[in-house]
């Protein structure tokens, strides 16, 4: 089972950046799915989830509004777009899969993250 996490890099104050997360492995359409970030020096931060189906989602209070998960069942791919992005989002992303909601005990698998660096 392998989930790969894409898309993070430099951005200013305000811009968009597009995550992806390709997963491979598993029954991709039958796992809720979930991103959560790290910054330097902090715990592990839940962001969004969404469930199989990807019919519900659910998001962070620091991020709704800003930012919007999404899912591909053919393709076995999850996408986070970001935007308006500050600098406080400036963390490792991780996609994860096995569960809905913010307790990242729940999750089963995890991949490795992408730097997303928002600069002022």
């Known amino acids: 089972v392998q989930l790969q996490a894409s898309g993070g890099g430099l951005v200013q104050a305000g811009g968009s950046l597009r995550l992806s997360c390709a997963a491979s492995?598993?029954?991709?359409?039958?796992?809720?799915m979930g991103w959560f970030r790290q910054a330097p020096g902090k715990g592990r931060e839940f962001v969004a989830s969404?469930?199989?189906?990807?019919?519900?989602?659910f998001y962070a209070d620091s991020v709704k509004g800003r930012v919007t998960i999404s899912r591909d069942n053919v393709k076995n791919m999850m996408f986070l777009q970001m935007d308006k992005l500050k600098p406080e989002d400036t963390a490792d992303y991780y996609c994860?899969?096995?569960?809905?909601?913010?307790?990242?005990?729940?999750?089963?698998?995890w991949g490795r993250g992408t730097l997303v660096t928002v600069s002022s």
């Open positions: 492995g598993l029954t991709f359409s039958r796992y809720h």
């Open positions: 994860t899969a096995g569960s809905f909601g913010q307790n990242p005990r729940a999750y089963d698998v």
């Open positions: 969404i469930t199989s189906s990807g019919l519900n989602t």
